[in-house]
């Protein structure tokens, strides 16, 4: 039942005469209305590969990728979704094949040319209400390199109002440093920071390419924080479960999470999985992206 329709069955209640049939029929009303203030999404992170010569001499480049890449978006219906590696380029792509989706983000080098961690979401669903971004180092309003990383890393943030209901949720969508082990902990700490001062007691998601699985120190400190939940641990269904660096093998086996969704309790999380979709090139099995992406399906807790 859709809000429009709760809203109907609510109007015609609230309009009936006749009091013995409407008290017996307010236990039933009365389960309709919490539906009012809540939302079911479906939110995912995706790290989709950055386009790059090396993969298209090995037959997994980006154009050969492309519309894989799109049609797991599109066939498993996300909501929005949080993406990392991703060039100017490639979001034009996207956006080419998935006409019902805008995205917001910058480039972490402030260059068109540099890659981006941008937000995809449905603009028929949601809205974008503000957004922004700062890099994961100690000047965090300027391009730069923050402690032992590699690379310049940023933080894309978004703050997102679902048409219908009118809730509103965060998404901080990341790309930590795949070399720096001091940078992916001062980084997350700087990410729970800004989430504490910008968000007060609103939903939020904290999602990404964390190079650093549920054994890692960042990964605990999160879970630490008082305030955010690995998505894994707290879904009501698990449905398929493995490692996300796939390596664009699609039979390598691991337990390594290390794209991970994290949400604080505004949201119940449903079902959680981790999408092994692939497909056939010259008879041979590919998956669009070194990474799998992993979805979750939450039920949003709007009450603002």
């Known amino acids: 039942m859709t809000f429009k329709h709760i809203r109907i069955v609510l109007s015609k209640f609230f309009f009936m005469k006749n009091f013995k049939i409407k008290l017996s029929f307010l236990p039933i009303i009365l389960c309709f209305i919490p539906l009012l203030y809540a939302q079911n999404l479906t939110i995912a992170t995706y790290n989709v590969r ?3 010569t090396e993969d298209s001499l090995k037959g997994s480049g980006w154009d050969l990728r492309s519309p894989f890449v799109t049609r797991v978006i599109s066939s498993h219906d996300f909501d929005i979704v949080g993406t990392q590696e991703v060039t100017l380029r490639q979001i034009h792509d996207i956006l080419t094949q998935l006409t019902d989706y805008d ?9 068109q040319s540099g890659q981006f961690d941008p937000i995809f979401y449905k603009k028929n669903k949601l809205h974008l209400v503000e957004s922004g971004h700062f890099w994961l180092s100690e000047t965090e309003d300027k391009p730069s ?3 032992d990383a590699q690379s310049r890393r940023i933080c894309t943030w978004g703050k997102f109002e679902v048409k219908e209901t009118g809730s509103q949720f965060w998404f901080f969508n990341v790309h930590m440093d795949h070399k720096g082990q001091i940078a992916r902990l001062k980084s997350t700490e700087l990410i729970l920071n800004k989430i504490k001062a910008m968000c007060a ?4 998601i904290f999602a990404g390419d964390f190079n650093a699985d549920q054994n890692s120190e960042p990964y605990q400190l999160v879970l630490n924080s008082g305030t955010m939940k690995d998505s894994y ?5 698990l449905g398929k479960v493995t490692g996300t660096f796939n390596k664009f093998n699609p039979n390598t086996k691991s337990d390594q999470r290390i794209d991970l969704i994290f949400v604080n309790d505004r949201f119940q999380v449903m079902r959680y999985e981790v999408l092994t979709d692939s497909y ?3 008879n041979k099995e590919r998956v669009p992206s070194d990474h799998y992406p992993v979805q979750i399906q939450v039920q949003l807790d709007g009450n603002l």
């Open 103 to 111: 995205y917001t983000g910058s480039s972490r080098d402030k260059k």
């Open 145 to 147: 390199i923050g402690w």
């Open 280 to 282: 056939r090139d010259e």
């Open 50 to 52: 950055v386009e790059n």
């Open 233 to 237: 641990l707290v879904a009501n269904i």
């Open 201 to 204: 007691n609103d939903p939020v």
